[in-house]
């Protein structure tokens, strides 16, 4: 009677550590994805979708996500908060890796953490692409235009971006900086907020993703957008480049991040469910319908781009900060 007494107690043991095993499996609970921009830019507009179908990648056992946004200092704020959580990637972060290393850039010495060493890429599905854009009432209809009419004023162009010390914002000190425009920048919390702004005339221009004018064509016009070629999703929007003011080829991958020191298993899983939500046709369409292209950038080619990216970016910021 002891010994069969002793043989289910040892029985019920192994049940509770197979069962605390399985528990332990990623993911055990819904995914926190932190965005460090309001709701309606083009980072959130990419994560909303992007946790939306989440639960139907394999990998994540049909575990939901959900978006926490926590907007400030150019998405550092939120980036700070992944840091201070458990390093069990059960909170990611989503941003486009542009902005992520103009931030940090800026920063200097003072940078709140360095993205290499305190950050997972785990895989991006989607890019953001930086474009200049007036008002309708605006009489330029043209780069080129714009440029002419901006220095024959004289007046001092005020521009609003979704941060400080974002991609946008870097394109834009570039461009004014290298056609001698007099400008004042208006860093607002997320690009729906920049846009606002816009549309209300209180700002001149903005730089900001090319999305975000989806929807406020009446009252928003892009001129220019960034990159070595021209945004697939804006095949009839003129680059920079082509319009006479090269500096700024470049664009951001939009990508996941986990801090540094998870697991391979979450590694794992979550590349695998980047890749398979970048193939799903509700995630294409829902982000083709935002102007946003869809994607898969796997982990170590997204961390490659990210190294080129420091490389690029570094004496852009460099002289940016020298100059003001």
């Not at 049940?15 to 083009?42: E, Q, R, T």
């Not at 458990?86 to 953490?113: Q, S, V």
């Not at 860093?187 to 907020?193: I, T």
Request: overall charge negative; proline content about 4%.
């Amino acid at each position: 009677m002891k010994f069969a007494k002793f043989i289910a107690a040892g029985l019920a043991a192994s049940s509770l550590l197979v069962g605390g095993a399985a528990m332990a499996d990623y993911p055990s609970k819904p995914v926190k994805i932190m965005v460090g921009f309001s709701a309606g830019g083009g980072t959130d507009t990419t994560a909303r979708g992007f946790a939306s179908y989440m639960h139907e990648a394999p990998s994540m056992g049909g575990m939901p996500a959900y978006i926490v946004n926590l907007p400030g200092a150019s998405g550092q704020k939120a980036a700070t908060a992944v840091l201070g959580e458990e390093r069990d990637g059960h909170t990611l972060y989503m941003i486009n890796i542009g902005t992520f290393i103009a931030g940090e850039l800026a920063k200097g010495d003072d940078r709140p953490y360095h993205i290499p060493d305190d950050f997972e890429n785990l895989g991006c599905a989607s890019q953001l692409v930086t474009s200049l854009q007036v008002h309708t009432s605006n009489p330029a209809q043209t780069l080129e235009e714009f440029i002419a009419n901006a220095k024959a004023s004289g007046d001092e162009i005020t521009w609003g971006t979704s941060g400080a010390a974002t991609m946008h914002a870097t394109i834009g000190h570039v461009f004014f900086d290298s056609k001698g425009i007099k400008h004042k920048k208006v860093p607002f919390k997320g690009g729906s907020k920049a846009r606002a702004a816009l549309v209300s005339q209180s700002v001149d221009v903005v730089l900001g993703g090319v999305n975000t004018i989806t929807g406020f064509e009446n009252d928003i016009r892009a001129l220019a957008s960034a990159g070595a070629s021209r945004d697939p999703m804006a095949p009839d929007l003129m680059t920079f480049a082509e319009q006479g003011a090269p500096g700024v080829e470049f664009t951001g991958l939009m990508c996941l991040f986990g801090a540094k020191g998870v697991s391979d298993e979450v590694k794992a899983d979550v590349g695998a469910a980047i890749e398979a939500i970048a193939d799903i046709a509700g995630y294409q369409k829902y982000m083709k319908g935002n102007s946003l292209a869809a994607f898969y950038t796997s982990a170590a080619d997204a961390t490659a781009a990210q190294d080129v990216m420091f490389d690029v970016m570094g004496p852009v910021v460099a002289e940016i900060i020298a100059n003001q």
